[in-house]
């Protein structure tokens, strides 16, 4: 895993040790965005998805807001980080807030030891959660915000949410959950994408390449998705659009319309709609309604024989 990140993304390990790795992407000055742990027993689980809060004090308010909504709310001693909250959303999702971080210089002007695909920082999560519209509605109230979601009829599917002034920081998709979909880098360059495509080739990841190049309709980032050595799933992608404006409304998406899957190019392939990473210890609830994507299997079958 550490190998697939530091040589194919090409992101910076901080400190390591012999079960933990610290990685952080080039233009990141904290000490982490991603924590890799030896754990023989839960390989192909994820622990928890972190967000930052800005003051110290703002955890306090975090715990207690969390507290009074019956959900758990745990301090935690973690390295390299100030006082850290550990809380769970109303799905089971396990988060961790924090204030503070240790710094280390950033590198993305040090282009000598570039390696991989340049990813530059860590950007958003997508999540699985039985009920999208209640989970939406959570994160309204710690103060995210919707740019673009997606419908079938009155139905919510997925709704796309953000707090630091760009389209996405959480991505909630009603399936199975809670689970974790894909985490994603941005890289500065588009040819960088396929640049992670190349060296997952080259160093034997080949086949973990999932999705893409293409580009998404939602946000309309060009993108490609590959799976690290233990299954989870990590998106490479071009940065979004700016979301400062707060008269702009949320897009919504027909989910009947391919163009929601990518605007060009064939639709993804069954697994990529369905598979993700559980969290460790969060029992999982499927939705009311199972999803329907149209993914490649069902895509080829419906089409008519020339």
Not at 68 to 84: F, K, S
Not at 115 to 130: I, N, Y
Not at 270 to 288: I, L
């Amino acid at each position: 895993s550490r190998n697939f990140y530091v040589s194919t993304l090409g992101l910076v390990v901080s400190d390591e040790d012999e079960r933990t790795c610290h990685l952080r992407g080039l233009a990141e000055a904290c000490h982490h965005s991603l924590v890799l742990e030896l754990d023989e027993e839960g390989a192909g689980s994820c622990r928890r998805i972190g967000f930052r809060v800005f003051l110290d004090e703002d955890l306090d308010i975090a715990h207690d807001w969390f507290r009074d909504r019956g959900l758990p709310a745990e301090w935690v001693d973690m390295p390299y980080q100030g006082r850290t909250l550990h809380v769970s959303d109303p799905a089971g999702t396990p988060l961790e807030l924090c204030a503070h971080m240790e710094t280390r210089p950033r590198l993305h002007i040090d282009f000598a030891h570039y390696k991989g695909a340049h990813a530059q920082r860590l950007d958003h999560f997508q999540t699985f959660a039985p009920n999208t519209y209640e989970l939406t509605a959570f994160y309204g109230e710690l103060g995210f915000r919707n740019s673009e979601y997606l419908t079938h009829g009155d139905k919510l599917l997925s709704a796309f949410m953000y707090r630091k002034g760009t389209c996405l920081d959480l991505a909630i998709v009603e399936n199975t959950g809670p689970a974790l979909h894909h985490f994603a880098y941005t890289v500065s360059e588009s040819r960088d994408i396929f640049t992670a495509c190349d060296w997952a080739g080259i160093l034997g990841y080949g086949e973990g390449v999932e999705r893409g190049p293409g580009r998404h309709g939602p946000g309309g980032m060009l993108f490609t998705y590959l799976r690290d050595p233990d299954g989870h799933r990590v998106e490479v992608f071009n940065s979004h659009y700016q979301t400062i404006d707060t008269e702009v409304e949320p897009v919504r998406w027909d989910a009947a319309s391919l163009s929601t899957n990518a605007r060009w190019g064939l639709p993804a392939l069954e697994k990529w709609y369905f598979e993700a990473s559980p969290f460790v210890g969060a029992p999982q609830t499927p939705p009311a309604e199972p999803p329907k994507p149209m993914s490649l299997e069902r895509f080829l079958l419906e089409q008519p024989l020339p």
